[in-house]
């Protein structure tokens, strides 16, 4: 007969080795689920490459040149030069310039979002816009300086016809459209449609039994947009403004080839930086300068960050 004792010991070797079956294939898995992730970082190798050469490698060396003169020493001086009056002015053009065109792209393309919001998303208008908008969001450069010439310029076919037609000349006191007044249209041509597609998703999620519930209660569609629309939309609506201004503040083609002559803003600065033979010392000025674009639209990226990971709490 066999004691309590000697049974215990033989149960417990027993069940060890039923499961040793059960640890072998859990390792198993668990090397499958490495290869897998092995396999899908080595798909990452090429965008990462990508961004390294184009993107990274780029940004170091042109914010390293503002900290050494031509000759290779080290300097303060490119740095310093940032707060020189001109330079901090064409930093307050280009953030006066973003902001306005931010602000109005965005309340204009909310009002966009708004008007296709009582359209179904498979209809032919909103399937057009949306299409439309994301063309439109990506124009830029020669492309869309040339059109604002072709139309709005000194000899445009708009500006011929209200001068011919009416009797109006829009450049009666000078010619604005190749000065930092002129930027303000070409920008909301694409920041317009750009604000179409980041705050479209938003606007479509709100949830139609909000509107229910606050009906049944007893409230109207004012009360709906004041209390529980307007303030779980105000983190996507700034979220969309911050990714505006950034967009305009690091914006360049088309600047440069509208605005041809001067400085206005600091990406064409930083042209003239690179190009001019006249500032001495400060040869590589543009390199501070771009330091100076850098810090900003961080930390406006940074402030974007924080409000969409706000607005993405009840998106979810």
Known sequence: MISDTAAAPAASRAGSELRAPARHGSSGRHWTSLFRRGLAAIGLVPF???LLLFLVLPTILAVATGFFTRAGAFTWSNVSAL????????????????????????????????????LRADSGVRTVVDAASGVLAQTGGVMLAFMFIATLGLRGVV????????????FARGPWIYELPGLILPYLYFQIPLMVITFMPALS???????????????????????????????????????????????YATAAALASQGSQIVPLQIRAALTSETVLGRENLAGALALGMIVVVGIVMWLYSLVQRRAARWQA
Not at 103 to 116: D, E, M, N, T
Not at 219 to 233: D, E, H, K, M, Q
């Open 48 to 50: 990462a490459a990508y």
């Open 83 to 118: 707060w020189d009056p001109t330079v901090m002015l064409t930093f307050a053009n280009s953030a006066g310039l973003s902001l306005l065109t931010a602000a109005i792209g965005a309340v204009v393309g909310a009002l966009v979002c708004y008007a296709l919001l009582g």
């Open 159 to 170: 500006t011929g016809l209200m001068k011919d037609a009416f009797g109006i000349d829009l």
């Open 205 to 251: 999620a709100l949830k139609p039994q909000w509107a229910e519930a606050n009906v049944t209660l007893g409230g109207t569609r004012a009360s709906f947009w004041l209390r529980i629309g307007i303030p779980v939309l105000a983190p996507s609506f700034l979220a969309s403004f911050l990714l505006l201004f950034a967009n305009a503040f690091s914006s």
